[in-house]
């Protein structure tokens, strides 16, 4: 239906809704099941069948399968078939590591999934916007995404920006007219706000039109479908590391095939130990062990109330040199509390925490009834009515619903008796010009019973007294002068230097029946006071500060607060100290980037900017080769959050343009969290560098027994099936579980990482070659030890090589877990590790002992004596290289 060429009454009696009272929840999940859920249809994903034969798509997998016929071929049907189990195998643990990994990026999407705010049974409540339906009654302000398709019944200077679906890179311009014109295009419709658009200024209302793929987005679903995954700078690196890791072994295992061949071996057992090597050199889990790394990551992020929306913040995180963040909600509670009070040249102090309206009111100690002063009275009276907020309780808790300033406010109001809905019983509001950051004022009309009229404000002390002529002193209007004014400033400044944050009430008289001009309204005013508010620092953040500071992040606070606010808090938090510098909005606006760049690493606090600010800051750093941390909220926000290596909005009182542009959004607005995501960031990155490490030494050392052995014309250590054996049962579990290993302790107190570091640095190149060159040694030492005793029982000398190679890696991974030694972390931090060896362990153990897998893997039982040479020989590369560690620390 044409619904924008019809009248709003048309519309709600074609839906069958209301206007005032919306849906009922009954008719509502009626909607819902009749029309199905508010969402675009996705593209189709690969059945489970597809993903798990994706397994063996793998070049070095299909050399081996290969290899594997052969063999079968030339009646080595044992070998073939146990090889065939292990790729089996192989393929459905990595089948369920990408299974798990889509299951945890599927919950990381309905974590952002956007609100929307909807009518239903007379409440305005906030849902799901896959759960709207046709009918709904539907709100939205500047910086909310629209979430269904609507015609506007309310605009009040409404913009939306649509270039997604009508290509104009302005804003639209909203009414509620009818448009008539049948053949009009998308961007003349401006009665309709259209699924997936952004509100960049005023507020709305609408009923709701088109949902799912009845919007006109869904008509281009596939320009909306969710953005496949990027590949991290880390994941490119391993991609590029895994290409010369296959051309190397390829190399390796020609040169073991043919100094094997020219020595007189068996083609075909050469053959096939070459792929075995082959494939045990190349890490080919490693891929899938990242990705599964990173997801469970991000899980663990979101239960330290942190959602990574783009997996690449999560090396980043690690690499970050500054966080620049909001000081309100951010680095405070953002419960705004009154804790003073100024009215006819006295200081009166309210106590109270927070949003409970319990409190008292004192004047120089003494405790005082404030409904017995008048100026106090009115004060209270005019800050409760010039006002949005409001104070509910849920649950034993008092919450706030609106604005934290003008919550302040009506708290304190509260908590001298008063009541908003007894006083709008006596006033009504019959005209409002709204707060804005250029008037830096409100203003409401009230009329009560007799049709008097006052024009009722609240805003910054210094723009109300400019535009007051009297002053309210002792009952009557006294004429504001120059030195009451200075009296009135210098009040301010004392509550600004205890961190408090002022706003204004005046008042006057006014006559008529409107509507009112604004600039007429809002001169001549009398000046009554002023309340002294703060948003007192989370306890938890100046710790958090502290360990970045260790950590080598700088803090930067950025606030629209005064300058000496700012520094208050700032001192109080440890961001601001002697060498600090500080730099307001005012001189922001007259420096240019190169300019900024000059002072700007010495800069801490940021005060009275505005959200534009925020990029000339972000760029300032970057040129100076930070790599920063922004966070933001707001619409304006938005560019900075995007252009920042690392953009962090809120999840509570960020717009979802703010949410949309970041890589991080924080659930509890609260900065320990960024401490948390960067310390969780830093931990992703090494337990990655962890697992290649152990990969890779593991692989080298098996590549090694078998090189030195043909080198020095011994028989092979290994058969084939046990080289894959050991690849299967060493480099799985045991790696995984290197990926859940907790952080160091001192993980934040290194400096960040050079975003360009590569897979190798901090000497990590070396432990790989070192460590495999000591466990191929010592594999080969015991293999050529027992064999010298036993030469005529080489299955029993293989055995014995099999068994150290296992359990030297799986001590080696210990030695992994940390960038010192293996002494210096208690291996039952890891209870995942532990299990992941025991099991290891036993599995080895199954196919030395038990006679049914004995002639699949060419084993025999090995002595009680020959078990301690080889848990001699498998602690020799962990223990010696650590005991070479506290000789060079001493």
Same mark, same amino acid.
């Given at each position: ?15 069958? $809704? ?103 049974? %007379? ?219 100024? $009215? ?310 960020? $717009? ?167 002494? %210096? ?66």
């Amino acid at each position: 239906m044409k619904y924008f060429a019809m009248h709003p009454e048309q519309i709600v009696q074609s839906l069958q $809704t209301d206007m005032e009272k919306g849906l009922d929840e009954k008719e509502a999940k009626r909607r819902l099941k009749q029309f199905g859920y508010n969402e675009l249809q996705e593209r189709e994903k690969p059945s489970h069948v597809l993903l798990f034969f994706s397994q063996f798509k793998d070049f070095m997998v299909i050399v081996l399968l290969i290899a594997t016929l052969i063999s079968g071929l030339l009646g080595e049907w044992i070998d073939g078939i146990a090889i065939i189990a292990i790729v089996f195998i192989n393929g459905i643990l990595g089948f369920f590591q990408e299974y798990k990994a889509e299951k945890s990026l599927d919950a990381l999407k309905s974590y952002t999934a956007p609100v929307v705010s909807v009518l239903r049974n %007379s409440n305005w409540m906030k849902i799901p916007a896959k759960e709207i339906v046709p009918g709904d009654i539907m709100k939205f302000s500047a910086g909310d995404r629209i979430g269904a398709d609507v015609r506007l019944i309310e605009a009040n200077s409404l913009e939306i920006e649509e270039s997604a679906l009508t290509g104009e890179s302005l804003p639209s311009s909203k009414d509620v007219n009818p448009v008539y014109d049948s053949n009009a295009g998308l961007g003349d419709l401006s009665n309709m706000a259209f699924m997936g658009s952004l509100v960049t200024r005023g507020s709305g209302k609408g009923i709701v039109v088109g949902t799912g793929m009845k919007t006109a987005v869904g008509k281009i679903a596939d320009l909306l479908q969710t953005t496949p995954m990027v590949m991290t700078p880390l994941q490119r690196r391993l991609e590029q590391l895994g290409k010369i890791l296959i051309t190397a072994a390829l190399l390796l295992t020609f040169v073991v095939v043919f100094a094997g061949i020219i020595q007189g071996r068996d083609m075909y057992t050469m053959f096939l130990s070459g792929v075995s090597l082959a494939v045990a050199a190349i890490p080919e889990g490693l891929p899938a062990i990242v990705t599964i790394a990173l997801s469970l990551g991000v899980q663990r992020m979101i239960k330290k109330n942190a959602i990574v929306k783009k997996l690449p913040a999560v090396e980043t995180l690690g690499c970050a040199t500054v966080i620049c963040s909001d000081k309100t909600g951010t680095m405070t509670q953002n419960k705004m509390t009154v804790t003073k009070l100024y $009215t006819n040249e006295k200081m009166f102090t309210v106590t109270g925490e927070g949003y409970n309206p319990i409190g008292s009111f004192f004047f120089n100690n003494r405790k005082i009834d404030p409904i017995n002063d008048e100026h106090i009275k009115k004060m209270l009276q005019i800050g409760m009515l010039c006002n949005h907020a409001q104070i509910v309780r849920k649950k034993g808790k008092f919450i706030l619903d609106g604005d934290p300033t003008e919550g302040a406010l009506i708290v304190a109001a509260m908590k001298a008796g008063l009541s908003k809905e007894r006083l709008l019983k006596d006033y009504r509001v019959i005209q409002e010009f709204p707060f804005d950051s250029r008037r830096k004022m409100m203003t409401m009309i009230i009329e009560n019973d007799r049709k008097e009229r006052w024009a009722i404000t609240k805003g910054a002390p210094d723009v109300l007294m400019k535009l007051s002529t009297t002053v309210l002193l002792n009952g009557r209007r006294e004429r504001m002068t120059s030195r009451t004014e200075k009296k009135l400033k210098l009040e301010v400044e004392k509550m600004a230097e205890e961190a408090l944050r002022t706003i204004a009430i005046a008042y006057k008289r006014i006559n008529g029946y409107g509507p009112f001009d604004q600039s007429a309204v809002e001169k001549d005013l009398i000046f009554l006071g002023f309340y002294g508010m703060i948003d007192p620092p989370r306890k938890e953040v100046k710790e958090a500060i502290e360990k970045c500071k260790r950590a080598g992040i700088k803090t930067v606070m950025i606030t629209g607060d005064h300058m000496t606010t700012a520094r208050a808090i700032g001192t109080q938090l440890g961001i601001y100290g002697k060498q600090s510098q500080t730099i307001d909005g005012g001189q922001l606006e007259k420096m240019t980037v190169e300019e900024l760049e000059e002072v700007v690493e010495r800069v801490s606090i940021f005060a009275r900017v505005s959200p534009e600010h925020k990029l000339k800051i972000v760029q300032a750093l970057q040129n100076k080769g930070h790599i920063v941390a922004m966070t933001g909220d707001g619409v304006n926000d938005a560019p900075a959050i995007k252009a920042a290596d690392i953009g962090i909005s809120m999840g509570i009182t960020g $717009t979802e343009v703010a949410k949309e542009a970041s890589a991080l959004v924080l659930l509890d607005d609260n900065f320990k969290t960024i401490k948390d995501a960067i310390e969780e960031g830093r931990n992703i990155y090494e337990n990655i560098r962890k697992f290649i490490r152990y990969l890779l030494a593991s692989n080298v050392g098996e590549i090694l027994v078998m090189l030195f052995a043909i080198l020095l014309a011994l028989p092979l250590p290994l058969v084939p099936v046990q080289i894959l054996w050991v690849n299967l049962v060493t480099d799985g579990l045991p790696a995984i579980a290197l990926g859940l290993d907790k952080p160091e302790e001192n993980v934040m107190l290194r400096k960040p990482r050079h975003p360009k570091e590569g897979v190798f640095a901090r000497g990590l190149g070396w432990k790989i070659i070192s460590r495999g060159f000591l466990i191929g040694l010592v594999t080969l030492l015991a293999f050529i030890f027992v064999y010298k005793q036993y030469p005529n029982n080489l299955p029993y000398a293989q055995t014995v090589a099999f068994a150290t190679l296992v359990l030297a890696q799986l001590i080696h991974v210990f030695d992994c877990r940390s960038e010192q030694s293996i002494f %210096s972390r208690n291996p039952f931090e890891n209870l995942y590790l532990v299990g992941a060896v025991l099991s290891s362990i036993i599995l080895m153990l199954v196919v030395i002992y038990i006679p049914t897998f004995q002639p699949i893997f060419h084993t025999v039982p090995i002595l009680l004596k020959d078990w301690l040479l080889i848990l001699g020989m498998a602690c020799i590369p962990t223990f010696l290289l650590a005991g070479s560690f506290y000789i060079r620390k001493t």
